[in-house]
């Protein structure tokens, strides 16, 4: 039976090593349709590699995954190919496709692996670029994008495939400070549509506005989870509160 | 203007290895590029003994001289019963050995392509084959391009080898009519031209195929 209740991703006791060094001790969460988490954390936590687990971009050693109350098998190809179509990944470095075009970007994957038609695909990649404000920019190549229009162009091309949820790995974290906050416009506009969305971000004013539930991750651990209200404020003594005052303090000491 | 009997036979004689040499040069540089395409992404991409068996092609036959490869392929395979043609043992040789130094350009250009590449096409939900075909090969082309095409223009000039096992091309032609004559000079600095006009003719085909595959990022227009 699925309700509004039932998570629309779920992931169980997620474990990742690579050698001895284990990233991903044991992760759990669930995610509910228009649930926005953020999670936050040290770099070397395991943000990344939990993000890249969760649509088995790497292969987790144990756990479970269940898209849709159905439970991915990890052995199976076909099982991971749908797994990864249905939950959309944004990178810290975009991973656009460098020999296409920004509307080839996002068509080719339509044609791939939607098997859509091409002049169908053309209309339907010119409609996202136009949502993050691109239109102008279909027949430009990568290299001759900035990097808030790369990013821009990565949301556009995860977001064509229609997912369930998206996943966004420090979506701002490689861009020059000017440009972030077009990138920050277009998830604000995401989540005022409703997107399901995990995102790892060290962006400050991210965490507090967009989060409906704060992840904070060490050690391959998520040791802290609840409300933003109940985490973050002046003097909360929580994990998270700490980290936001050392990212403040950074901001402040570099401005 | 008359030309003397000399200059007569010796264009007749190089005109017609030319044709010969053509025909050496341009199933050799396909099939080169082909067998460089497959036995690159075999060393790339392969189990550890496809791998194993891609690496130990491309250290045979560049670790070895052409002319050892063709006198093997020539005069050492009726030994186990096998005969080939002159045309044929120069055409297989030149293959083998313009293949394996192709896969290693191909290789490179494999291996140049980021993983982050591989990453963005898979968190779309692309399958492992078509990652490769539609994301990876495009790119790796675009990169192999100028080694694969240096490598042509070497085949064009080791093509002269085949003359070793009697394929009469250019050189073997134009060495008959030096030696007849006994004029070396003028046989083999016409010859040189020859090599100089092919050489030139497939420079400006590689770029007509580089400036069509242009794409901002990969090299300049």
Redesign the interface.
């Known amino acids: 039976m699925t309700t509004d209740t039932t998570p629309i991703l779920r992931v169980d006791h997620l474990r990742k090593c690579f050698g001895a060094a284990c990233i991903l001790k044991d992760a759990s969460l669930s995610l509910r349709k228009g649930e926005i988490k953020v999670l936050i954390g040290p770099s070397g936590g395991g943000k990344s590699t939990l993000l890249q687990c969760i649509n088995c971009l790497v292969l987790p050693d144990s756990g479970e995954i269940h898209l849709g109350g159905q439970r991915i098998d990890l052995a199976n190809k076909a099982d991971l190919y749908r797994l990864r179509q249905q939950v959309g990944m944004i990178f810290q470095d975009f991973n656009l496709f460098d020999h296409l075009s920004a509307l080839d970007n996002i068509a080719i994957a339509l044609r791939k692996v939607k098997k859509m038609g091409k002049r169908e695909a053309a209309e339907r990649a010119r409609l996202e670029l136009e949502q993050v404000g691109l239109a102008g920019k279909a027949g430009l190549y990568p290299a001759q994008l900035s990097g808030g229009q790369k990013q821009r162009v990565a949301i556009a091309r995860a977001l064509a495939m229609d997912p369930k949820a998206l996943l966004l790995d420090e979506p701002t974290s490689a861009l020059d400070p000017e440009l972030i906050g077009e990138v920050i416009a277009v998830i604000r506009a995401l989540a005022a549509q409703g997107m399901t969305m995990i995102m790892a971000t060290h962006q400050i004013g991210l965490i507090a506005t967009l989060a409906d539930e704060i992840l904070f991750m060490e050690n391959g651990v998520i040791v802290e989870q609840g409300a933003p209200a109940s985490l973050l404020g002046p003097g909360n003594p929580s994990k998270s509160q700490g980290f936001c005052d050392r990212l403040n303090d950074l901001a402040d000491g570099g401005g | 203007m008359t030309l003397s009997p000399f200059y007569r036979e010796l264009l007749a004689a190089l005109n017609q290895g030319l044709l010969m040499s053509l025909a050496l040069i341009v199933p050799s540089a396909v099939g080169g590029v082909l067998i460089g395409i497959t036995a690159g992404a075999m060393r790339v991409f392969g189990s550890s003994w496809v791998r194993r068996l891609g690496d130990g092609y491309a250290a045979l036959f560049r670790g070895t001289p052409l002319v050892v490869q063709l006198f093997v392929l020539y005069f050492g395979l009726p030994n186990v019963g096998l005969y080939l043609s002159p045309y044929a043992a120069a055409i297989t040789g030149f293959m083998l050995c313009s293949g394996a130094y192709q896969s290693e350009y191909v290789r490179g250009a494999l291996l140049s392509i980021k993983r ?2 591989y ?9 492992a084959w ?1 990652t490769v075909s ?2 990876i090969v ?2 790796a082309v ?1 990169r192999a391009l100028h080694g694969c095409g240096n490598e042509i223009v070497y085949l064009i000039k080791y093509s002269s080898l085949a003359y070793v096992v009697t394929c009469m091309e250019l050189t073997g032609q134009g060495k008959t009519i030096a030696t007849e004559y006994f004029r070396f000079t003028e046989v083999f600095a016409i010859i040189g031209l020859y090599y100089l006009g092919l050489v030139t003719l497939a420079l400006f085909v590689l770029k007509k195929i580089e400036q069509r595959l242009f ?4 090299g300049h227009r």
Do not use: D, E, N, Y
Not at chain 2, 215 to 218: A, S, Y
């Open positions: 982050g590449q990453l963005g096409a898979q968190a779309l939900g692309f399958s078509q539609a994301i495009p790119q675009r794409v901002p990022g990969f």
